[in-house]
């Protein structure tokens, strides 16, 4: 099998998502960043009474024809304590934002327009026009109105909105399930006493942290040793627990001990496509097992975080129904890099802002892809695309952020 071009195999694997339709009902508090599951409607009508705007005195527009108009103070109206009076000629009410207007009321005199006298009288400075200063009723959103509608994404501005149509709990997707396997009779949980020829287990860890960052439900399947049984029966597990993708993480290459591929096509997953033309990552493998995607990430913990980054994050992006994260930006090279081979190369490297706005990424010296300490310290990756030629310090170059920039004064 050819190996594949990274753009080519993320749309092969994007087309490929069937997001599922499970829906949970989830308080306000919890709502946040889900999509709703259905259309919103208001169970109120907001404001539910006409309301003033301003602090001020609430009166009779045909009363204050002149400046100068004096008007009887008969009462107060403040929010939680309205007016149950109704306003006559002559007469004004002091009133404060968001009281109810008292009946026969239909303008707001703003109190800085008032000169305040004795016997609760007041003097009109200035002539607002006719309903200056009023919230109609209804002038948010009317009972039954669809404010929020499906497919929506729930920020800040959302749930306040839900909040205020009196909907303590909204119907949200489900967010994907992603189980997670790694493989390796060589792996052992971190905390272990390591015996011989033993290594700690790390690349679960931060894979599912990209995966719980990208909206997905994360079940942890352990680790599976280097026996067929072994991970057929965590594939039953991960198929037992619904879950919408399996990744797993090392045993996918052609060694003689790289038995997931095998184990699953003997389960009987559908390969849609295996090795990617870029580096690192190669040993990439995407298919399919019955309604479960397979999404298998190389062992070597570098690679499987940069493929987790390119292809875990915007398929569960697109299982959640979200939008893509856009990671992809340029910068100017702090480094010389040498012309590229046939993959595309994502090389670590660090990132910092000039005063002008900027970006200048600069390749660490050593790109080892075993080198752990070394993607954690990367601000980005630079993409390499095939075949590019050799840049000089100062070119532009693309690059994925993995952080936010450092800003250099």
């Known amino acids: 099998m050819a190996l594949l071009p990274v753009e080519d195999a993320l749309e092969r694997l994007l087309n490929a998502a069937r997001p599922p339709e499970r829906t949970e009902n989830v308080p306000l508090h919890e709502a946040c960043g889900r999509v709703l599951a259905k259309d919103v409607l208001a169970r109120l009508t907001q404001p539910p009474f006409d309301n003033s705007a301003m602090d001020g005195y609430a009166l009779r527009h045909a009363d204050i024809l ?31 934002t968001g009281a109810p207007m008292p009946a026969g009321a239909d303008t707001v005199l703003l109190q800085e327009d ?19 200063h009023i919230r109609p009723r209804g002038q948010d959103f009317t009972e039954g109105e669809a404010v929020l509608r499906q497919g929506e994404l729930l920020d800040a501005g959302r749930l306040t909105v839900a909040a205020a149509m ?50 997905a439900e994360v079940i942890d399947l352990g680790i599976a040793a280097d026996e067929p049984n072994a991970i ?3 594939v039953e597990w991960a198929k037992a627990c619904g879950a919408d993708v399996l990744v797993t993480l090392g045993g996918a290459s052609v060694g003689d001990l790289d038995l997931v591929q095998p184990v699953l096509l003997s ?12 580096r690192p990552g190669k040993p990439l493998m995407v298919g399919r097992l019955g309604g479960m995607q ?15 980054l390119l292809f875990l994050e915007p398929l569960i992006r697109r299982l959640a ?4 994260s856009d990671r992809r930006t340029f910068a100017t090279a702090g480094a010389r890099l040498s012309a590229n081979d046939q993959r595309q190369d994502y090389v670590r490297a660090s990132v910092t802002q000039r005063g002008d706005g900027v970006l200048e990424a600069t390749p660490f010296a050593k790109q080892d892809s075993s080198m752990m300490k070394l993607f954690a310290a990367a601000d980005c990756l630079i993409v390499r695309p095939p075949f590019a030629e050799a840049t000089e310090i100062g070119d532009p170059c693309e690059i994925l952020l993995l952080r936010p920039p450092v800003r250099v004064l």
Not at 168 to 176: E, N
Not at 321 to 324: A, D, E, I, V
């Open 294 to 308: 397979i999404l298998g990430l190389p062992g070597n913990p570098v690679s499987s975080m940069v493929c987790a």
């Open 232 to 234: 057929l029966d965590a």
């Open 114 to 132: 008032a000169e305040q006298l004795d016997d609760n009288r007041i003097r009109t400075r200035f002539l607002p026009a006719l309903g200056r």
């Open 321 to 324: 129904r979200l939008p893509q």
């Open 66 to 96: 002149q400046v100068g108009t004096l008007l009887r103070v008969i009462g107060r109206s403040a929010a939680g304590h309205a007016f149950t009076g109704s306003v006559g000629p002559g007469e004004a009410v002091r009133i404060f």
């Open 166 to 215: 009196n909907h303590p709990v909204l119907s949200v997707f489900a967010r994907p399930k992603v189980a997670l396997l790694a493989t390796g009779d060589e792996l052992v949980p971190p905390g272990s006493t390591l015996g011989a020829s033993q290594i700690v287990a790390s690349n679960a860890y931060g894979v599912a942290a990209i995966a719980r960052e990208a909206g």
């Open 267 to 278: 389960a009987g997953m559908e390969l849609d496509f295996w090795k990617i033309a870029m």
